[in-house]
């Protein structure tokens, strides 16, 4: 059975909080002299003298409304990628403990393992890109405290098999992070709804990819009250900016426009395909469920070389194990791809 307390690191359990001024008085005033801020304003229209809510309640409130999760199930982070640092920091004694990754997949997970001294058990995907559950289920021993998988997959664009996921989510005692930063784009349901099912279960998601908020940095965790509280103890206390929130508020009332985006995205996706199937150094696209895609090529390094002269960078995926020859390329607007597919065809002159 899982048991937060069986895996949470001990100078956590016992850390005190820091405690900021906007902890100590919650409510309405009048005078605040209580922050160090200053008094008179910020050298701005917009104003941003004061600290920011440093648990962002109107941002977690409308993502409540979107996501249908409940607010104390929701933790935020400067980017998904201070999400994964939060967590190794709460869960992996330095030195000490392990986590699971399964390769090819996103980058970060490893970067921060090292940042933070935790030792990774790389268990690679099989060729179909789907999880080794045997592997996986061998590499696993007291002190593994966490698996990631990112689905749908990145680089390689599918979904990883929900029943392979649930078998983990049930016999595994550690944390299950499932990164979901591209299930917008995905055929596949979200895991956020089973989390009344699985203590074990964190869904990672982000406004950086389908809501076009790369550069504002919010990234979202959704998990238990208790996995959620610990978080929110060991994030730096004001981690999203004030500008950040704001703007996210106003951007979280776009969702008509967002989806319009997602479904714009999946028709060039679909026609990508079918334009790049026609070239003789294509050899495979690999199905995705995301807003790129993995193409694997005769020639990597050449066509990545040659597009690079045309202004057009796609990401050279070919060194990376299970990846050779491939090149990932996200889905542009029209005539963004229009340019792309152009460009290919004057390969070879
Ligand atoms: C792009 C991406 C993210 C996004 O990270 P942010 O820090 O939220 O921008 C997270 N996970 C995966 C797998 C990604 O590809």
Redo the contacts with the bound molecule.
């Keep these: 059975m899982f048991d937060i307390n069986n895996i949470l690191r001990k100078n956590i359990k016992n850390l005190v909080p820091y405690s900021s001024a906007r902890d100590e008085f919650k409510g309405e005033a009048s005078v605040y002299l209580d922050a160090n801020e200053n008094a008179f304003g910020s050298p701005l229209d917009q104003q941003y003298n004061r600290y920011p809510d440093p648990l962002q309640y109107a941002v977690k409130k409308r993502l409540s409304e979107i996501k249908g999760v409940p607010v104390r199930n929701i933790f935020l ?7 994964i640092d939060v967590l190794f920091r709460s869960f992996c004694n330095p030195g000490i403990d392990n986590v699971i990754l399964v390769p090819p ?2 980058g ?1 997970y490893q970067v921060s393992a090292n940042i933070n001294d935790i030792e990774t058990r790389n268990i690679m995907l099989t060729a179909d890109y789907q999880l080794n559950l045997e592997g996986i289920a061998e590499a696993i021993d007291e002190r593994t405290k966490m698996i990631f998988i ?1 689905s749908p ?2 680089p390689t664009g599918n979904s990883i098999n929900r029943a392979d996921i649930e078998t983990l989510l049930v016999n595994f005692n550690g944390i299950v992070v499932i ?1 979901e ?2 299930i917008n784009f995905s055929r596949q349901k979200t895991f956020i709804q089973e989390l009344t099912e699985y203590a074990n279960l964190i869904v ?1 998601q ?4 389908a809501w076009g908020l ?1 550069g504002l ?3 979202m965790a959704f998990a238990s009250e208790e996995i959620v509280a610990v978080m929110n103890k060991v994030k730096p206390p004001y981690n999203i900016n004030d500008a950040t929130q704001k703007l996210v508020l106003e951007a979280l009332q776009q969702v008509d426009q967002v989806n319009n985006w997602i479904k714009q995205t999946l028709t060039e996706r679909d026609q990508l395909v079918l334009n790049l199937k026609k070239f003789d150094f294509v050899l495979d696209i690999y199905p995705s469920d995301a807003n790129f895609i993995l193409v694997k090529t005769t020639d990597a390094n050449g066509i990545y070389n040659h597009l690079v002269s045309q202004g057009i960078i796609v990401r050279n995926r070919s060194k990376v194990e299970l990846c050779e020859g491939c090149l990932r390329i996200t889905v542009g607007t029209p005539n963004e791809n229009s340019i792309l597919i152009n460009a290919l065809k004057n390969l070879h002159n």
């Design positions: 982070g400067n980017g998904s990628d201070e999400a997949t996103y970060m990112c997959n990145n990164d930063a591209y990672l982000t406004l950086s990819k790369a940095r919010l990234g």
